[in-house]
């Protein structure tokens, strides 16, 4: 206790008047639309007032993506594996009306990809609690933190459309032996897919898995089909039993915690009827579609927080749960007044900035964060709320003046916190 006053009053030193001091700089990874607007409002209202901060900025807007032929995202990503923190605003990824709109010279793809495979790492989500927030789950009173794997699958693989009567084969060459196995014998038009995936990026997930569990205190279930996928998935299971018994088993074991594979189907149940407080691990679209279930479970996905992290642990990338809230932004656009739920934006900041804080030992850095996601949360259980949370707090039936702007809710959010620090 005494030796973190000590500290703290060092640190204090190298402080401005009443700023925290930050060494190293983040990454900071600019975005779209609605999400910009609420980035930038985060950054003024409730961050840059109370932290010296050093950021290091790129501007992956799409029209910047578009300007700078993509290089930004490149940089963007090297940044952060330099730096060890990035903050990225929502980006959007374009589809053929979103080239027209922009008068893209491409389709540009989405900056995440290209920060996914520098980082090599897991994407960790996981929703912030508010007591006065009815979840659609009503037993999950603790967290439950979703671990997904961001390699390969069908995010890497190959999906084609076989348009007349034809026959499918997967060739494996090895060298110059090659095998040839057939897939399916096509009478008419149809679909086929191959996807893959590798023992590595496997390991370096049950070990982020494993590490995170740690640091939370959570169980672990990784839950895969096996029973269907023998090879594919039974591969995923003997990688993370593999990696449990030789790094993690007496770890686990001291801390009074356990790991179990479960068939997802199985653990879907499970998961409904439990309340909460552990690590689910899954594969990369498994974790996709259960992680929104879950995010909507616990009653909004505003109230998700969204990070990567490498599995070394050393670096991280966080991100708002949510796309750029299109609809939200067309209204702001008309001038009108906007309630979309800046919570997760919020988090993304606080989550990036313990990471810096951790990494450079700054414990006046790691409690402003953490007195910023009280700020939020104890906002939320007085009862002041965007749109979105007001069915959850007063029920279907609640009145325009029970739920406030975007900028009224960070305003009320920055209040509670200028009197905490
Ligand atoms: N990680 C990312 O950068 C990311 C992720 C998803 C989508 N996107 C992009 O965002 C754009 C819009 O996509 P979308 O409309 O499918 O998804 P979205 O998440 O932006 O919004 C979908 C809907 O969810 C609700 N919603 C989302 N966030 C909310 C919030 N904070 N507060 C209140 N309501 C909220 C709104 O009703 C909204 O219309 C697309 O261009 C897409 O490419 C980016």
Request: proline fraction near 3%; charged fraction near 25%; hydrophobic fraction near 35%.
């Amino acid at each position: 206790m005494f030796k973190t006053q000590i500290v703290k009053l060092l640190s204090r030193k190298y402080a401005t008047k009443t700023k925290i001091a930050v060494s190293k700089p983040i990454v900071e990874i600019d975005g779209d639309e609605m999400t910009k607007i609420i980035f930038a409002e985060i950054k003024n209202k409730l961050i840059l007032p109370f932290v010296e901060l050093g950021r290091d900025y790129y501007d992956c807007s799409l029209p910047n993506r578009n300007a700078t032929k993509n290089q930004v995202s490149k940089d963007a990503a090297e940044a952060i594996l330099r730096h060890n923190v990035g903050i990225k605003c929502s980006t959007i990824t374009p589809d053929e009306e979103r080239v027209k709109e922009f008068n893209l010279t491409q389709m540009w793809p989405s900056p995440n990809g290209m920060i996914r495979n520098a980082l090599n790492g897991t994407q960790f989500r996981e929703s912030i609690i508010c007591r006065n927030v009815n979840k659609y789950v009503r037993g999950w009173t603790k967290p439950i933190i979703m671990g997904r794997h961001t390699f390969g699958d069908q995010y890497g693989g190959k999906d084609l459309t076989i348009e007349k009567p034809s026959k499918i084969y997967l060739t494996v060459k090895t060298g110059d032996h090659e095998e040839k196995f057939e897939i399916f014998d096509y009478k008419n038009r149809g679909v086929a897919m191959v996807t893959f995936n590798t023992e590595d990026s496997i390991r370096n997930f049950a070990t982020s898995c494993f590490r995170m569990a740690l640091e939370r205190q959570f169980p672990v279930y990784f839950a895969t089909k096996s029973t269907l996928l023998k090879q594919y998935d039974k591969l995923f299971n003997d990688v993370f039993l593999e990696v449990y018994e030789k790094n993690f088993k007496s770890k686990f074991a001291q801390a009074n915690l356990t790991f179990e594979l479960r068939l997802i189907d199985d653990m879907a149940a499970q998961a409904m009827k439990s309340s909460g407080g552990f690590l689910w691990a899954l594969k990369s679209y498994d974790g996709d579609v259960l992680s929104d279930v879950v995010g909507q479970g616990f009653g909004s996905m505003g109230l998700m927080i969204h990070s990567l992290i490498s599995h070394d642990g050393r670096t991280i990338m966080t991100e708002p749960a949510h796309g750029t809230v299109t609809r939200h932004f067309r209204e702001y656009q008309k001038g009108v007044k906007v309630s979309t739920n800046p919570i997760s934006s919020i988090f993304a900041w606080t989550r990036g900035l313990q990471h810096r804080a951790k990494l450079d030992n700054n414990p006046d850095l790691g409690s402003f964060a953490q007195t910023l996601e009280k700020s939020t949360i104890s906002t939320v259980e007085e009862g002041l709320v965007t749109k979105d949370l007001a069915p959850c707090v007063f029920g279907t039936e609640f009145r325009e003046d029970q739920y406030l702007g975007t900028s009224e809710f960070i305003d009320k959010v920055a209040q509670k916190l200028g009197k905490l620090v």
